[in-house]
């Protein structure tokens, strides 16, 4: 887990400066549903519309369906599917399916909380030569459990190709949510990437317990 992110990360500072002539703004909007069936499983329901192009059009509309079961107090596993209505690298809408599954640690150290996960994906294009896309994503969010109700978090997360591990894509996040049947989130996540352009993203979601 250490290795990769500690590549990624010396591969954003050396991206960094290059590509922020061109970087971008993005904003990043959630709003989604949680229901609780016994204490051990979760469904979910999420609709998301971010805005690109520094905020001045919709860049995505994306509805996700998600089910996720607590195995054990410190394993969680979850999978789902997203239909993504998304801009191409030419700015059209198009669309994109894809199915995830993932598994989630938990390891507390006093008011701190370290959850590791290893997330799956598969990228369905039906306009490209090469439909299937599949990735895995590793990702370590620490977070401080120590406040009432606002828990603050920190997060690296990157995304490799699974046909060579090479890192496509690199998100470093801050952020929290004040927890509860309704939960507020806010963060700010900047996105690193080869040959791309520098993406600061702002989000906000919203999500309701039923």
């Known amino acids: 887990m250490r290795a990769p ?8 500072f ?21 229901r609780d069936l016994g204490r051990h499983v979760q469904l979910s329901l999420d609709q998301q ?5 520094n905020v001045s059009r919709i860049g995505a509309l994306i509805p996700e369906a998600g089910a996720s079961i607590r195995l054990t107090r410190w394993l969680r596993a ?9 801009r191409d690298k030419s700015g059209d809408l198009v669309l994109r399916h894809r199915p995830f599954a993932s598994a989630r640690g938990r390891v507390d150290l006093g008011p701190l909380r370290a959850e590791p996960r290893l ?16 990735a ?13 109700r606002w828990v ?3 997060s690296a997360e990157t995304f490799h190709r699974t046909s060579d591990l090479r890192v496509d894509k690199l998100w470093l996040t801050l952020g929290g949510a004040r927890t509860g ?26 999500h309701a317990a039923l």
């Open 78 to 86: 979850s999978g789902g599917y997203r239909l993504e209505y998304e």
């Open 181 to 206: 049947p309704r939960e507020v989130e806010a963060f700010y996540r900047l996105e690193i990437a080869p040959g791309e352009p520098l993406v600061s993203i702002v989000g906000l979601a919203f």
């Open 14 to 34: 050396s991206l960094a400066a290059p590509a922020a002539a061109r970087a971008d703004v993005e904003l990043w909007t959630e709003l989604g549903v949680r």
């Open 152 to 154: 603050p978090e920190a």
């Open 49 to 53: 519309v971010r805005f690109d192009a």
């Open 136 to 148: 895995a994503r590793l990702r370590l969010a620490v977070s401080y459990r120590g406040a009432r």
């Open 5 to 12: 992110v500690a590549m990624a990360a010396a591969l954003a």
């Open 119 to 134: 997330q799956l994906q598969d990228d369905i294009r039906p306009d490209k030569m090469d439909v299937h896309r599949p």
